[in-house]
């Protein structure tokens, strides 16, 4: 019965009344960015702008981003949830709501909203429920965070466009990612961040379908 509960507690979405408290101070995080250098945190330049994505563990979608052009900073991190500036060890819990996501600052004039979107549908399972393959979790599940309706509205328009090349490349599977404006970005700790470039053999956790986001 114990593990049946904890399985079902980690895949359901906290009550009100089992959130924990949190903290009202954040939690220490890195300065700078462990590859390129940058601040972590802004304020950033004008003309750049952010995006927010989950897509299971962050130490391998934080990678991804990074390294595309156009990419000024990312940073590990927490969002979708209730609990104020959540620790690791806390959110990994299933009981302050958030999901493990990347933030992504770019420059729109280099790389563009709907390059990221196609990067996020394209390098995990977003019909995956609460887990990413056998990392099971609400904090492992798919969202996407947006600043705006006008961002919300290209999600959807992207997730419809993925949904369709998944079925008709043989996937019956309905997706699951959440789209929701985005409340409050929590910074990981230091070492969580930037992690596989600190350590090149720990497991990305990506889940890939497989299935090319469709382009003109």
């Known amino acids: 019965m ?18 924990l408290p949190g903290r009202g101070e954040p939690i220490d995080t890195a300065a700078t960015h462990a590859v390129s250098g940058k601040p972590l945190k802004g304020p950033f330049a004008d003309g750049l702008e952010t995006a927010w994505f989950a897509m299971g563990k962050f130490w391998g979608a934080e990678k991804l981003f990074w390294a595309l052009p156009g990419v000024y900073v990312t940073a ?9 500036n959540p620790t690791f060890q806390e ?12 933030m992504v600052v770019y420059d729109p004039g280099t790389i563009g909203y709907a390059r990221l979107l196609e990067t996020f549908f394209e ?3 977003p ?9 099971i979790g609400t904090f492992y599940r798919s969202a ?7 961002r919300a509205k290209k999600a959807r328009a992207a997730m419809a466009t993925y949904q369709s090349a998944l079925a008709e490349a043989g996937h019956s599977s309905k997706m699951t990612t959440e789209i929701a404006p985005i409340r409050e970005f929590y910074y990981a700790e230091a070492h969580h961040q930037q992690l596989l470039a600190k350590n090149p053999g720990a497991q990305s956790g990506l889940k890939p379908t497989g299935v090319l986001f469709p382009r003109d």
């Open 2 to 19: 114990f593990l049946i509960d904890m399985f079902n507690r980690k895949t359901a979405m906290p009550s009100q009344a089992e959130l």
């Open 76 to 84: 590990a991190g927490f969002a979708g949830g209730s609990t104020p």
């Open 91 to 102: 959110v990994v819990t299933g009981l302050t709501g958030h999901a493990q996501t990347v």
């Open 123 to 125: 390098q995990h399972d």
């Open 127 to 135: 019909t995956q429920g609460m887990r990413q393959g056998s990392d």
């Open 144 to 150: 996407i965070y947006t600043s705006s309706e006008d």
